[in-house]
């Protein structure tokens, strides 16, 4: 064993045993999405007395302490830029009630009553930042006018509500003040002591958000003027104990500083969450099953040494979700089973590279075809890998909720990938291949046989790019026929993108969606878009419901389905949702422009601009196909989308990466050629790679659920089309490109006897003719 390869042995011993040692000790967090509970998002609004993020953070505070107070275990608590609040409360099914108590201003404030007033004199409810006086109704309705405020919620220094069994008095609230409070609240009941029994001036008016809760007569066992001096008073009411408890929570945990509002909620079931789990945790295990089985037949004993490494992958990935305490999403528990299927590409770029070398006999034994795989596939699996990154760090910053841990998984297994083929597949496979037995029989390994596929391929010596427009043509009427699915059925927007509200709900059994939608059309939800879900689910989306609307809503599911369990909750408001539509397009825009500009820098402007023509065409089919069959475009399309970016890049740097090898140690070979080559000599990785993901994927549709099988179909259909574009559109597009641009480049030297050599492109003509892309060189 030389020294390279016994660091790299340490090295992958150390990271697996501390990757073991992660994995044993620290959990992995979970998204509400998995566990279930509810999550808030809200916004603040400014006012003259609070902007900017100062506003923001004094509320964040406020949340915090009311949150405490509800005794949510684990609440998260995080600002989001600067007017909103991300709120997570596992655990939480019941949206309303948290959102009304988070939401709720709180602006508390104590009044004197100067007297009656009339029907007509009854003011509109102030604004919830700015302190109410004037004439408000008080419990029973009746007007009351009212002085200018004498205390704050600012005073008060604890509330608490609790149960009068002697008096009779019920539930109620007591208020302690504080400080400056106290001579406050003597003075205010001083001054009302002073009035007749009976005269409603002797009342105090206790106003929350602009509603009078409370107006008692001051008891006449108060002196006059000198009040109450212990600071303390009881707010009664028809409370219930419930009500008594929150309002007793607003009042202690403060006044918000500014009016804010709900412009997302999303409430998962824990059932719902643990049925993902399971589905993902077998998709998981098969689709590795299945993977490692294809490889180990396709490559033998190198294919079984990359199944272990596959296995060490899958250790190494969870344990850098661990360690990082990032939250594992449930389209993050997707893109963590979908990089076990894209973990095998980096190995099948070296094995395939390595058999080259042990068939042109250019290496005596499989150990140094191995090294000389290993050394010549490094630049298209470093390019592969980074344009992949590219997508995954633009889910993270352009997307939100749920996505955004796809970003982070997928980041990660990309990185794992790249550690488990470079080191551990590496050390594995250079050892193994030195041991003697293997040395003298070297088509153990795997190498030293080229494949069926390459073997048939060399046979036919096929010349795709002989007429690279009849490519160019077939992808166009694909286009037409996915833009003709946007143009007659539309595109069906999730409700991330429109705003509303989506429920799903869980039935005891099948319900058929029109009869759901006729049902909910007659109890007045015409609009309402209803959709199966699964054997036994149903969704319903529609724009934003009232509480009792959401709860007519409900009856009606299960009046048809006998029972019906709420496991999902969503509502968007419709400033977030156009602010989502127009981050997608922004990520999609963005995707396309990073992919350009590195493709440009790594190979050439051409190879670039192909692939970006590529890309925009898998793009457009792929939303054309979904527009076809009537699914919904929502986040976690776009995360699938994003990631089909990714791959279609993939094949399309690998190829690339082959034209440009073959062009330098083949110098005047017409571009056709080349690429012919360059396609041949990559379409087995192509398809090596892509069966491994494929299967993974069919898994992950057929196990995951209603939740994942329509991600799991648009990164099928998304790996099928990008598989194509990188061979019958990025190919003949950069062949097509790159005629022009020698084409304009001839015509600017005013050269005017040149020949042209049809298919081939810019090179050596057959006869010998000197031609324009290689003036100085003669046909042999």
């Known amino acids: 064993m030389n020294r390279s390869l016994r660091f790299r042995a340490v090295l992958a011993l150390a990271v697996l045993a501390v990757s073991l040692y992660i994995a044993a000790t620290v959990p992995v967090r979970l998204g509400l999405d998995l566990r279930g509970g509810t999550q808030i998002v809200l916004e603040t609004r400014s006012t003259d007395t609070g902007t900017g993020t100062d506003a923001t953070d004094r509320t964040l505070e406020v949340l915090r302490g009311r949150i405490d107070a509800l005794g949510v275990a684990e609440p998260t608590l995080v600002r989001s830029g600067e007017h909103r609040i991300i709120v997570e409360l596992p655990g939480v099914q019941d949206p309303r009630k948290a959102a009304d108590v988070l939401g709720r201003t709180a602006q508390l404030t104590v009044h004197p009553v100067l007297g009656p007033a009339g029907d007509a004199e009854v003011s509109a409810p102030p604004l919830p930042d700015r302190p109410p006086e004037g004439v408000l109704p008080d419990e029973s309705g009746a007007p009351l006018r009212l002085g200018a405020p004498a205390l704050t919620g600012e005073h008060v220094r604890k509330a608490a509500a609790g149960f009068d069994q002697q008096g009779g008095a019920g539930w109620h609230v007591t208020v302690d003040f504080a400080g400056a409070g106290r001579d406050g609240w ?162 099948v770029l070296v094995f395939e590279r390595a058999r080259e070398e042990f068939a042109a006999r250019r290496r005596p034994s499989a150990r140094s075809a191995l090294a000389a795989g290993f050394r010549n596939a490094l630049s298209a699996i470093a390019d592969s890998n980074i344009t992949t990154l590219i997508a995954a760090a633009l889910l993270f910053f352009l997307a939100s909720g749920p996505v955004r841990g796809f970003g982070v998984t997928l980041a990660i297994g990309v990185l794992a990938s790249m550690f488990s083929a470079l080191v551990i597949t590496r050390v594995l496979a250079e050892f193994t291949a030195g041991l003697p037995g293997v040395r003298r ?138 602010e989502l539509r127009r981050g997608a397009l922004i990520a999609l825009a963005v995707a396309l422009g990073a992919q350009l500009v590195y493709l440009a820098a790594r190979f050439r402007w051409v190879f670039g601009a192909a692939a970006v023509l590529a890309l925009a065409h898998d793009v457009v089919v792929l939303v054309g196909v979904f527009a076809w069959l009537g699914k919904p475009v929502d986040g976690v399309f776009l995360a699938a989308l994003l990631t089909v970016v990714g791959y279609s890049v993939n094949d399309s740097v690998v190829l690339f990466d082959r034209i440009r090898d073959i062009a330098r140690k083949t110098p005047g070979t017409p571009p056709a050629t080349v690429t012919d080559r360059a396609i041949v000599q990559t379409l087995p990785r192509t398809l090596n790679t892509g069966m491994g993901a494929v299967f993974v994927l069919t898994a992950l549709a057929v196990l995951g659920g209603p939740a994942l099988t329509d991600f799991a ?44 050599t049809g298919s081939r492109g810019p090179g050596i003509t057959p006869s010998g003719t000197r031609t324009r892309g290689s003036a100085r060189r003669r046909a042999t």
Do not use: H
């Open 186 to 347: 003597a003075r205010l009941t001083g001054a009302a002591a002073c009035r007749p029994a009976g005269d409603a001036a002797r009342r105090i008016a206790v106003v929350l958000d602009g509603k009078v809760i409370s107006s008692p007569q001051v008891d006449p066992s108060v002196p006059c003027p000198a009040g109450i001096r212990d600071g303390g008073t009881r707010i009664t009411g028809s409370f219930s104990p419930e009500e008594a408890r929150e309002l007793a929570l607003l009042i202690s945990g403060g006044a918000l500083p500014v009016p804010v509002e709900t412009v997302e909620q999303r409430t998962v079931g824990p059932t719902l969450g643990r049925e993902a789990i399971t589905a993902s945790a077998w998709a998981a295990v098969i689709g590795t099953a299945l993977t490692s089985l294809f490889i180990s037949v396709v490559y033998r004993l190198m294919g079984v040494l990359a199944a272990v490494a596959l296995v060490c992958y899958g250790l190494v990935s969870y344990a850098a979700l661990a360690a990082l305490g990032a939250t594992l999403t449930l389209p993050g528990l997707a893109g963590f089973v979908l990089a076990i299927g894209m973990a095998v590409d980096a190995n």
């Open 713 to 756: 179909l648009a990164l099928l259909v998304g790996l099928a089309v990008g598989t194509y574009s990188s061979v019958f559109t990025a190919a003949p597009a950069a062949l097509v490109l790159q005629r022009r641009g020698a084409g304009a480049r001839s015509d600017d030297r005013g050269s005017g006897s040149r020949t042209r």
């Open 441 to 578: 029989r070297p088509r153990l390994t795997g190498i030293a046989t080229t494949g069926a596929v390459p073997d048939r391929l060399a046979r036919r010596d096929p010349r795709p790019m002989r007429r690279p427009r009849r490519w160019l043509a077939a992808s166009a009427a694909v286009l037409a026929l996915a833009g003709a699915g946007v143009a007659v059925r539309g595109v069906d927007l999730g409700v991330e993108f429109t705003g509303g509200r989506l429920i799903e709900y869980a039935t005891t059994g099948p319900v058929e969606a029109e009869r759901a939608r006729a049902a909910l059309a007659d109890a007045g939800f015409a609009r309402a878009v209803v959709q199966s879900s699964g054997p036994s689910g149903l969704t319903v989306r529609t724009a934003s419901l009232t509480g009792a609307e959401e709860a007519e809503v409900t009856g009606v599911v299960r009046g048809l389905a006998g029972r019906a369990e709420k496991v999902r909750d969503e509502l968007i408001g419709p400033s977030i949702g156009a």
